[in-house]
Each structure stands twice: as C-alpha cells, then as structure tokens.
Nanobody
Framework: QLRLVESGGGSVQAGGSLTLSCVWS??????????FAWFRQAPGKEREGVAA????????FYAASVKGRFTISQDKAKKTVYLQMTGVKPEDTAMYYC??????????????????WGQGTQVTVSS
C-alpha cells in the first residue's frame, strides 16, 4: 500500500508558476518501481490525467493540454514527485491529485490504472 500526501497548491495569477509536491510512503512490494501520475478535477468535470512518470527509467508523459508548460519530476531520495506548473491559465484551475501504482502501467494517464491516491491540493488561477 502506497500513501501519498500532496502540497503546494494555492492561488496564482495567469502566466505565473506553481510547484506541487507529492510525498509518498509505503512499499511497491515485489515490483520495486512505481508509476506516478498527477490528475486534476474541476467542478462539474471528469477527472483528467495531467502527467505521469515511471520511477524505473524516468519516462514522462503529458496531456496535450499541459505539454510544454508542466513538468513532472521525481526525487527518489526524498520520495517526492513534483509537478512544476508554468504559464498557468485559468482553465488549469482544479483540485490536483497525486496517484501511484506499483510497477509500470504504461504511457496512458488513466485514473483506472492507479489504486493509491492522495487527498488533493487546490490550484486556483485568476485572470
């Protein structure tokens, strides 16, 4: 069982930057590696995959809506996954969730692939 705690959300003006953190604990078991992802959900909308990273080889994947603006990264020593958000837009406003799954889940950022979730951190972008 992996436990996740997000932080770093807040209010930011359009065009600004924000970095979210996801500290994880627990064990991936026999897999030894973990796939992490960031999702977001705005009021009245479905949860959307934003970015993903595989700790084994460091591959990263992004939704088209954030590619070139957001960067997902990891610090293995700190057991932390980051989402650096730059050039934010009002449409980036949402609750952001960190998710994890032991092993490699592939390059698709789908919420059904992940079984461990954090409590979320709110990001609000004003115009």
């Amino acid at each position: 069982q992996l436990r996740l705690v997000e932080s770093g959300g807040g209010s930011v003006q359009a065009g600004g930057s924000l970095t979210l953190s996801c500290v994880w604990s627990g064990s991936p078991g026999n897999y030894g590696t973990i796939s992490f992802a960031w999702f977001r959900q705005a009021p009245g909308k479905e949860r959307e995959g934003v970015a993903a990273i595989y700790t084994g080889e460091g591959q990263t994947f992004y939704a088209a809506s954030v590619k070139g603006r957001f960067t997902i990264s990891q610090d293995k020593a700190k057991k932390t996954v980051y989402l650096q958000m730059t050039g934010v837009k009002p449409e980036d406003t949402a609750m952001y969730y960190c998710a994890a799954e032991p092993g490699w889940v592939g390059g698709a950022i789908r919420n059904t692939l992940y079984t461990s979730w954090g409590q979320g951190t709110q990001v609000t972008v004003s115009s």
